[in-house]
């Protein structure tokens, strides 16, 4: 298995963009996780999905956020209107029960200018 | 809310031994996890304990929980100047579900 695929690896836009982050989880996983790493903020949960339905947003920032998983094996996140604030490494994990924690994809870097 | 702390920084010389601590705050865990980040990269897990363990040894690494002070420690034998990374301490909330990790201890590793 390629493992937790994430796309793009790296992206730079300007302020007020809209920016979509992308993320493959690992075949049979059913569940699904986004996740911020900033240095001031370490590691937040952002969402998580169980079979496709979101099931807790709570650590979503604000409105300008929005997760969606269509399907099994995809699922999106999106910033609209993007800030400088908003820079930050972004994290997409995929697990099942049975398994223990999760697995990582190697993130996004995200910068806005 | 479920916490999880730890130190933010930990220098060693190779081949010494490494101890990186970490606290939570969660009674009811049932597993907690310990991930490594190497520069540029995602988070690899590394080992994890049941919280019916004191101790689990996997080949350099070895990890002890005492649950009665919440405290869970990281001890790398050995330490070489691959370990250099941050580690991450985590812990299940709310079941199964949610991954909480603390801030991460990086570690610098210096001949």
């Known amino acids: 298995d390629a493992g937790v695929i994430q796309s793009p690896r790296h992206e730079v836009t300007e302020m007020g963009q809209e920016v979509t982050l992308r993320c493959k989880p690992i075949?049979?996983?059913?569940?699904l996780f986004w996740y911020r790493q900033t240095m001031m903020r370490g590691l937040e949960l952002l969402i998580y999905f169980n079979n496709n339905v979101p099931i807790d947003d709570s650590g979503m920032p604000e409105d300008r956020f929005s997760a969606k998983m269509p399907n099994a094996s995809f699922s999106t996140l999106k910033i609209q209107p993007s800030e400088p604030r908003d820079s930050a490494v972004y994290f997409c994990?995929?697990?099942?029960?049975?398994?223990?924690?999760?697995?990582f994809g190697s993130g996004t870097r995200l910068t806005v200018v | 809310g479920e916490d999880v702390e730890q130190s933010l920084f930990l220098s060693v010389r190779e081949g010494d031994s490494s101890v990186i601590n970490c606290t939570y705050t969660d009674s009811s865990s049932t597993y907690l996890y310990w991930y490594k980040q190497e520069p540029g990269a995602g988070l690899q897990l590394l080992t994890y304990?049941?919280?019916?363990?004191d101790m689990k040894q996997d080949q350099r690494l070895t990890v002890l929980l005492n649950k009665k002070d919440k405290h869970l420690s990281l001890r790398i034998a050995d330490t070489q100047t691959g370990d250099s990374a941050i580690y991450f301490c985590a812990d299940v909330s709310g079941g199964y579900n949610k991954l909480i990790f603390g801030a991460g201890t990086r570690l610098a590793v210096h001949p």
């Open positions: 304990i049941f919280s019916n363990m």
């Open positions: 994990a995929s697990s099942s029960p049975g398994l223990y924690g999760y697995t």
């Open positions: 075949s049979g996983h059913d569940y």
